[in-house]
């Protein structure tokens, strides 16, 4: 309703929004009058229009005021070309169907007056009234998501029903989101890395904060996804990742995931903040892990068996971090990427900034990173004025390489002419055959990429140390591990080697400090 309710109900609102008082701070069990900010002007003046407003005292009820005789059982938005998927989901000032037991026309339905806040005495409210589709009410204007309950008259209340999404803009049925094709032989993964992704650093310098038209943005644009900024460091948890956020994006047809900068000086908090962002309903969380990480193999072991403990072992986890692993030999990739790591791997792989093109930038991406054995969702750049046919070509070379889903940095970034680019139709690339090398280590190498084989190897060799150094030893117990596996015993890493290798389980390590160049 618009404005205030009719004036032969205003005595039962408010008896009913004096009963909900007394249930929530108490006052009529020991016969006090309220506070006196809860006074109205009393007798039979009307409330605040959509509010329910109590009297200036408040009395004992004889009788429990929490009625079980009637109580809501469904609500479902309609009609459905102004709803989204979620029958829970509505517009303000859209309609709500309600059934249950006990319920009449003319009864008071209360929605909370903050997102997810409990209902009280400045609770807006609306009537449900009759018509061909049952009872319905009209969500009034300053109603927000969580739960809703009837009042009464004589001070009770029914039990709470929800929760209850809230949205301020024009619902409708989403259309179903494009997804880029993939070649048959790469199995997907069914999660929100599929298909085509957007990150978003601030909110609310994406379309100016406004969902409805980031949410018409994405689907013009082929986006499926939308990664959200949600924390950064250990301390500093971002208010814009929001349970509302996430409802409002998944009731358009967008999964939602949350990333976190992280530093490696308080690996603990900073896995608590991941958490914090699952918990509000993230699809995914990705781990942007850069230089700070850099010789922090203890601190990345303790984030990460400190977020699988409160996150479980499946959850779906990204790393997206340096694309070229060999110009980084001191970050933990085993770590991250490892035994209870993330899952999928999104390297940065922005071209312009390394100065390469987008074909290089694949080649040596998917040579260095294919040895952790991640899925590789490549993540490209609209920042910086990459052209056109690039963006394209990055679409493409994706398809090529087997990858099932793709993103780019980021919303905030990218300017209206690219945003056409990234919905163009795809054609076949036949000018580029992928790569299929892997990194090839031999004696004298250090870092990352060789603790990883070595890792491997010492399950085949118990013997073989992890150091993340490449010396005779490791080369002997290489060539040795070679000759069992019918490959010639070079005492190198070749594609043949890798494979071998990475069937089998790498040894645990419990890294403390700065790890194998610590």
Not at 189 to 207: K, L, N, R
Not at 451 to 459: C, D, F, K, R
Request: hydrophobic share 40%; aromatic share 10%; proline share 8%.
């Amino acid at each position: 309703m618009a404005n205030g309710a009719p004036q032969r109900s205003m005595f039962s609102i408010a008896a009913a929004a004096s009963a909900l008082l007394c249930w929530l701070v108490g006052y009529c069990l020991i016969g006090l009058p309220a506070p006196a900010d809860a006074a109205s002007a009393g007798g039979a003046s009307a409330p605040a229009a959509g509010r329910a407003t109590p009297p200036k005292t408040v009395s004992k009820q004889s009788e429990s005021p929490h009625v079980l005789t009637v109580r809501i059982t469904s609500v479902s938005c309609m009609p459905t070309a102004h709803c989204g998927t979620n029958a829970h989901e509505v517009s303000t000032h859209g309609n709500l169907a309600l059934a249950g037991k006990g319920l009449t026309p003319g009864m008071v339905v209360a929605f909370p007056a903050t997102p997810g806040g409990r209902i009280g005495r400045t609770s807006p409210y609306a009537h449900l009234r009759t018509t061909k589709q049952g009872l319905i009410l009209t969500v009034p204007a300053k109603a927000h998501s969580g739960h809703i309950m009837v009042l009464l008259g004589g001070g009770r209340h029914t039990s709470s029903y929800g929760p209850i999404t809230v949205v301020r803009y024009a619902l409708h049925p989403p259309t179903p989101p494009k997804v880029i094709a993939a070649p048959t032989a790469t199995t997907a993964s069914g999660t929100a890395f599929e298909g085509q992704g957007m990150w978003i650093w601030y909110v609310s310098a994406s379309d100016g904060g406004n969902l409805a038209s980031i949410v018409a943005q994405a689907h013009a644009a082929d986006v499926t996804t939308v990664f959200v900024k949600s924390s950064d460091g250990s301390s500093n948890y971002w208010s814009q990742f929001s349970p509302q956020l996430v409802a409002e994006l998944h009731a358009n047809g967008l999964k939602v995931c949350a990333w976190q900068f992280v530093y490696g000086t308080n690996p603990t908090g900073e896995a608590n903040l991941g958490a914090e962002a699952v918990a509000n309903g993230a699809d995914c969380l990705v781990i942007d892990a850069e230089g700070e990480y850099e010789g922090r193999y203890g601190a990345a072991q303790t984030y990460i068996t400190d977020l699988r403990a409160k996150i479980g072992p499946s959850y779906p986890l990204g790393l997206a971090s340096f694309p070229y692993v060999y110009d980084h030999t001191s970050f933990p990739y085993s770590v991250f990427l490892g035994p209870g790591g993330a899952q999928y791997n999104a390297p940065q792989m922005y071209w312009k900034d390394i100065g390469n093109s987008v074909d290089t930038a694949y080649a040596n991406t998917y040579i260095s990173n294919r040895v952790y054995d991640r899925p590789i969702y490549p993540l490209g750049q609209t920042y910086s004025h990459p052209s056109n046919a690039e963006l394209v070509r990055f679409r493409e070379e994706a398809v090529d390489y087997g990858a099932t889903g793709i993103s780019w940095w980021d919303w905030q970034e990218t300017p209206a002419s690219e945003w056409t680019a990234l919905a163009e139709p795809l054609a076949p690339l036949s000018s580029v055959v992928p790569n299929p090398g892997y990194t090839e280590l031999t004696q004298g190498n250090r870092g990352d990429p060789v603790l990883w084989m070595q890792e491997h190897l010492a399950s085949a060799i118990p013997a073989q140390a992890t150091t993340g150094i490449f010396d005779a030893t490791t080369a002997a117990n290489l060539a040795e591990f070679q000759s069992a596996h019918g490959i010639a015993p070079t005492g190198k890493t070749e594609a043949a080697t890798w494979q071998a290798l990475l069937a089998l389980p790498p040894v645990a390590v419990n890294w403390t400090g700065g790890g194998p160049q610590g």
